[in-house]
């Protein structure tokens, strides 16, 4: 009971001893770092792009060698399947041969005695004489 509580007292301030710097930051030598850093960095794109000069040009006027194999054979096709240089002809092409088949005699097999008619023929004789019907077992 000897203690006396005063609630509406103000708190005692933690940081009362602690101050900020008062002396301002040297700005010369980070100047100074900074344009150093930019001279070096110009010099150093300098020095790469010479490189790349010197390595572009010379590899320019290397000759790649010439194989024997490949200066014999230059026109020599490889070996099927091929990739199509002109597709849209090939297709053309395709449709062609097969129309042509289609609307065509010939032979399929001749020592069999099978032939091939035209589309318009084989329906006109399909209405004609109908077609063949399989007989139910009675």
């Known amino acids: 009971m000897a203690e006396v509580h005063m609630p509406h ?7 009362a001893g602690v101050h900020h710097e008062e002396s301002d930051v040297n700005i010369g030598p980070i100047l100074g770092f900074g344009a150093g850093l930019s001279i070096v960095a110009v010099f150093v794109f300098f020095l790469v792009w010479v490189l790349f000069t010197y390595l572009s040009s010379r590899e320019a006027a290397r000759v790649p060698p010439q194989y024997p194999m490949a200066a014999t054979e230059r026109d020599r096709l490889p070996p099927e399947p091929r990739l199509q240089t002109n597709p849209r002809q090939d297709l053309s092409d395709l449709r062609a041969a097969e129309e042509q088949i289609l609307g065509s005699y010939g032979w399929v097999d001749r020592n069999a005695g099978v032939v091939r008619i035209p589309i318009e023929e084989a329906m006109r004789i399909v209405v004609q004489k109908g077609l063949p019907v399989r007989q139910e077992p009675r």
């Open 9 to 15: 007292a103000a708190p005692r301030d933690p940081h």
